[in-house]
């Protein structure tokens, strides 16, 4: 019933930007909690941000950010002077009140990010 969609991954340069998107859809009330993850082939995942106390990995610091439009329940990874080892899945994790009176976690599908030298 609820969809999360990554979209916004491509390829890029080092030292290029992009900006991650993560619609939720479905009988939504509310996101109230939002998180990305990567995971590099062959590689465990790894927290990136997260909207409790803003957090990010300390690999990312400075260089992302995460945010969300409420009124769209969209969630944003906006991620600046990227490097090699940013290179991976990225994964849109979300907690969504919906309409049965419940909250549940959700993945998205994920989308590809690849930075090259």
């Known amino acids: 019933q609820v969809q999360l969609v990554e979209s916004g991954g491509g390829l890029v340069q080092a030292g290029g930007s992009l900006r991650l998107s993560c619609v939720a859809s479905g009988s939504i009330i509310s996101i109230t909690y939002l998180a990305w993850f990567r995971q590099a082939p062959g590689k465990h995942r790894e927290l990136v941000a997260s909207t409790d106390n803003t957090n990010y990995a300390d690999s990312v610091k400075g260089r992302f950010t995460i945010s969300r439009d409420n009124a769209k329940n969209t969630g944003y990874l906006q991620m600046n002077d990227l490097k090699p080892e940013d290179t991976g899945t990225y994964l849109c994790?979300?907690?969504?009140?919906?309409?049965?009176?419940?909250?549940?976690?959700?993945w998205g599908q994920g989308t590809q990010v690849t930075v090259s030298s």
């Open positions: 994790n979300a907690v969504v009140a919906t309409g049965n009176g419940r909250q549940y976690s959700y």
